[in-house]
């Protein structure tokens, strides 16, 4: 199967899934056992452990790649971006593709959201994702995975999402 198909197919799966209050853990007890081996810890925000999740599981039979995604990718969006950037193994980029790690920048401030490109539309200008640690209105604060339609360019926002780039997969 090819890799990007396997990472929308595997992030699918989660849609649906909670957190407890003030990112406290999640209801399931297996999808917390999943993502605490991605790094997450109590407190922490999740959209960026939730995309770790899910590369990990793509490339769980390459152990360099998996090495190179335990090292650079934690819960930080903008410095996991940041951190790929610099290492060079995962093409960056500014298009969206399906299958990438999308990375957001909240306005020009140090925090920012994570989600995984599961389509694409450029002639209307939107992707849909799907993102961890978001909620009905497709804030970077919420509590549970979900299917958001996003606009691909617009104006940057000082108070809204704005899109950093994207971190295409690598085909095994």
Not at 63 to 70: C, D, E, M
Not at 113 to 129: A, R
Request: charged share 15%.
């Amino acid at each position: 199967m090819e890799t990007a198909k396997f990472i929308v197919q595997a992030a699918r799966f989660y849609i649906g899934q909670t957190e407890k209050p003030n990112n406290g853990g999640f209801t399931s007890k297996t999808f917390e056992a999943e993502m605490i081996k991605a790094g997450f810890y109590k407190g922490a925000p999740w959209c960026a452990f939730f995309a770790k999740l899910i590369l990990l599981k793509a490339y769980i039979g390459n152990v360099a790649l998996k090495a190179i995604i335990h090292s650079h990718f934690n819960g930080s969006a903008l410095a996991t971006l940041h951190n790929l950037k610099a290492n060079k193994t995962f093409t960056i980029g500014t298009e969206p593709k399906v299958g990438a790690v999308v990375i957001w920048a909240n306005g020009k401030g140090p925090a920012g959201h994570v989600g995984i490109v599961s389509s694409v539309d450029l002639g209307n200008n939107t992707m849909t994702c799907i993102e961890g640690n978001t909620n009905n209105s497709g804030s970077r604060e919420g509590y549970l995975v979900a299917l958001k339609l996003r606009t691909i360019n617009r104006e940057f926002r000082a108070q809204g999402l704005n899109i950093a780039g994207f971190i295409y997969p690598i085909e095994n």
